[in-house]
């Protein structure tokens, strides 16, 4: 049988399949784990990814996640934010609140905050073009509750390379999209700098259809060009490396995962120390968040799925993942219901308090066959990173459509493998039913539109127009030069400017994005 990595998965592994001695875990390259004790001080961090309609309604969910056991908070936002478009706007329509929760203004951020300590809360929030604006809103809300920057801690994900290779929702061409990722690197050392400033994704690739190979070398190549960018704005390697993290799935084939995480911290090591000149210790650490796969989830016997999201969470843990977020077994029909949402974390929980997983680190070490497949996982990751930078940059690459088109060209071969019976889904190409199941789906009220159009319309009313106009004049007047953007974001943001106005100020000054299609 061959990996979706495209190696060769041997029936029997023995001693001569294992490659260089490993380490110990906390150790360079960290295969075994960033950190010395991992899970059997403190679990994983438990953060469920949530959002949906308005604010309101997720600042109850988000309650309820904390009631229920979660240790930090993960926010969705809705198409319209995620774009840099307010609410109100025609773009919009059809989309607000609808993947996400609808965030046009400080108003908002409030709402979706009331009641929440952001001092003893950690808060990721899944927003890239438009992150840093979302970032200052949660920095003024925490001001208004009296918790200083410094106390903040969470993560953006900022990845906006990933955008134009798998997801589509960027707005600024590549040079200045680059820009705005280093100013929020110097901002946030400045500012707030227990946060995390960009979560380098492999997730949205790997949902695209990319294998696990792909996955890793595509998100570290990224990585690589964001540090690039960096170094070239003027930061030291060791003044921001130690807040990059990164974010990647967990499938269903157990084995073959773990190998990609430990591959994956071993790479990155060697590229921040050999490549970068890298010394502390912190900067040659890849920390990351996993995501059950999403794409994985069946629509057809969607109660399979509780099983499917266990296994692919035993393989974040194994794998040795900083946080986690397990999906909902509904979530191939529609947003999770309050009792789906809470069984997901469930299983989390029974993963840490009943099956001794915690009680030492890095189980699968020694494995023949895991050593094996780490060792493979990572030469084919190793090749692909070359092939990228043969291209001359990451964006050089992104313009060629390689990546895009090595995704696809993935995605086509697991699609004909399923189509085909050859990888069995179970309750899709085998083991099927013709019962007729019956699911109530969460549903998200349209009438949201209308109430967040006339919220827009009163804070327009209300707030001194002059001074907001007078904020982004500045802002655009700083976007045209070369100074760190955020300060005059968020002083507009602050008078109580929208999203998308902040984020029309900044189209006007550096365009929008349009791909070249690749044939």
């Known amino acids: 049988m061959d990996a979706e990595s495209g190696f060769h998965i041997k029936s029997v592994y023995d001693a001569p399949d294992v490659g260089e001695n490993v380490g110990r875990p906390g150790e360079y390259p960290y295969t075994r784990g960033v950190y010395p004790t991992m899970y059997t001080k ?270 692919q969470a035993l393989g974040a843990v194994a794998g040795g993942t900083q946080s986690l977020h397990t999906n909902a077994y509904d979530e191939a029909m529609a947003l999770p219901t309050e009792k789906s949402a809470r069984l997901a974390l469930r299983t989390q929980q029974v993963l840490a308090y009943e099956t001794g997983l915690t009680d030492t680190v890095d189980p699968f070490a020694g494995s023949y066959a895991v050593e094996a497949m780490t060792d493979e996982v990572e030469a084919a990751a190793t090749a692909l990173i070359e092939r990228v930078f043969s291209y001359g940059s990451v964006v050089d690459a992104i313009e060629q459509g390689f990546q895009k088109q090595e995704i696809e060209a993935s995605a086509y071969r697991i699609a004909n493998q399923i189509d085909g019976g050859e990888r069995v889904v179970v309750g899709v190409n085998r083991f099927t039913t013709d019962a007729d199941e019956k699911y109530e789906p969460l549903r998200v009220d349209p009438a949201i539109e209308a109430g967040q159009a006339a919220r827009l319309a009163a804070l327009r009313r209300d707030r001194d127009g002059a001074a907001v106009d007078a904020a982004l004049a500045e802002l655009a007047k700083a976007a045209e030069g070369t100074a760190n953007v955020l300060p005059f974001m968020r002083e507009a943001l602050r008078l109580r400017a929208t999203v998308g106005e902040v984020c029309h100020t900044l189209r006007g000054v550096w365009g929008v994005y349009h791909p070249v299609e690749h044939f």
């Open 42 to 311: 403190r679990p994983w961090t438990m953060r469920q990814y949530a959002g949906f309609g308005t604010a309101a309604e997720s600042n109850a969910r988000y309650h309820q996640l904390l009631a229920a056991g979660t240790m930090g908070l993960s926010v969705a936002f809705d198409l319209p934010t995620q774009m840099g478009y307010d609410s109100d706007e025609p773009i919009a329509h059809g989309e607000v609140g609808k993947v996400g929760v609808a965030i046009d203004s400080i108003d908002d951020m409030r709402r979706l905050f009331q009641g929440i300590p952001l001092d003893r809360v950690s808060t990721s929030m899944t927003i890239n073009a438009p992150g840093s604006v979302l970032l200052l809103l949660y920095q003024l809300v925490a001001e208004e509750q009296g918790v200083p920057a410094a106390a903040l801690q969470g993560t953006i994900q900022n990845d906006i390379l990933k955008e134009y290779i798998a997801r589509g929702t960027y707005i600024f061409p590549p040079k200045p999209s680059l820009r705005l990722v280093a100013d929020t690197f110097a901002y946030c050392r400045a500012e707030i700098p227990r946060w995390n400033t960009i979560s380098i994704s492999g997730y949205h690739m790997a949902e695209a259809g990319a294998t696990p190979a792909q996955e890793i070398a595509f998100t570290l190549a990224n990585g690589i060009e964001y540090v690039r960018a960096a170094i070239a704005a003027g930061l030291a390697v060791d003044d921001f490396a130690p807040r990059l993290s990164f974010f990647f799935v967990a499938r269903t084939t157990l084995l073959e995962e773990i190998a990609k995480f430990r591959a994956a911290r071993r790479m990155w090591a060697r590229i921040m120390r050999e490549d970068f000149g890298a010394r502390d210790p912190k900067s040659m650490m890849l920390r990351f968040h996993t995501q059950t796969a999403g794409v994985q989830l069946t629509a057809q016997q969607p109660e399979v799925n509780l099983i499917r999201v266990a296994i």
